[in-house]
């Protein structure tokens, strides 16, 4: 019985905390891509939205060090996390795409816990939305443009982490070193 509940849990969108930023311009949920940030400076959840709101920005998801997930944009509508964007002959990433930032540097390895909590995510995400299941993970860094105008989430983003316990269509990276 146990084992069922802890299963059925899993399937349901993970324990999140919830303060969503200003805006509700919808966002296009028919193709729906994951991209991976990082906040630059690894600072608390609470400066990070603070500064994301001063300036008119935001990602849906905010995973701190710890694992604690933070929702800050509804999933159907659009957040200002890609900027100029272009991928594979497809540009305006802001508008269909699912921004989820991890706390941290490019220079910081990321914590055991921001990775369980990350495969949680992809995963509610590709439950809510089947399609984003064959669609590679990116990174700012994928998406940016011009291309070597981001580099988040850095060199120590380990990208087949996501992938061994997820069903998205790795890009190449899905191999452990």
Same mark, same amino acid.
């Given at each position: 019985?146990?084992?069922?509940?802890?299963?059925?849990?899993?399937?349901?969108? !993970?324990?999140?905390?919830?303060?969503?930023?200003?805006?509700?311009?919808? @966002?296009?949920?028919?193709?729906? %891509?994951?991209?991976?940030?990082?906040?630059?400076? /690894?600072? /608390?959840?609470?400066?990070?939205?603070?500064?994301?709101?001063? @300036?008119?920005?935001?990602?849906?998801?905010?995973?701190?060090?710890?694992? +604690?997930?933070?929702?800050?944009?509804?999933?159907?509508?659009?957040?200002?996390?890609?900027?100029? /964007?272009?991928?594979?002959?497809?540009?305006?990433?802001?508008?269909? /795409?699912?921004?989820?930032?991890?706390?941290?540097?490019?220079?910081? !390895? %990321?914590? +055991?816990?921001?990775?369980?909590?990350?495969?949680?995510?992809?995963?509610?995400?590709?439950? @809510?939305?089947?399609?984003?299941? +064959?669609?590679?993970?990116?990174?700012?860094?994928?998406?940016?443009?011009?291309?070597?105008?981001?580099?988040?989430?850095? +060199?120590?983003?380990?990208?087949?982490?996501?992938?061994?316990?997820?069903?998205?269509?790795? @890009?190449?990276?899905?191999?452990?070193?």
């Amino acid at each position: 019985m146990l084992t069922t509940l802890a299963l059925v849990l899993q399937l349901q969108a !993970p324990l999140v905390v919830k303060n969503f930023l200003p805006g509700k311009t919808l @966002r296009d949920t028919t193709r729906n %891509y994951i991209v991976i940030h990082n906040d630059g400076a /690894s600072l /608390s959840a609470m400066a990070t939205r603070a500064i994301l709101k001063r @300036r008119g920005l935001s990602y849906h998801y905010f995973i701190s060090r710890t694992g +604690e997930i933070h929702q800050w944009k509804d999933l159907t509508q659009k957040a200002l996390h890609a900027g100029v /964007s272009k991928w594979n002959g497809i540009g305006d990433w802001n508008t269909f /795409s699912i921004g989820v930032c991890l706390q941290g540097t490019n220079f910081l !390895p %990321y914590t +055991e816990k921001q990775y369980q909590a990350l495969t949680l995510l992809v995963n509610y995400i590709n439950m @809510r939305y089947p399609d984003s299941k +064959e669609k590679p993970i990116l990174g700012h860094s994928d998406v940016a443009y011009p291309k070597t105008r981001k580099k988040d989430p850095g +060199e120590h983003f380990q990208l087949w982490r996501i992938y061994n316990d997820t069903t998205n269509n790795p @890009r190449g990276q899905a191999k452990a070193p």
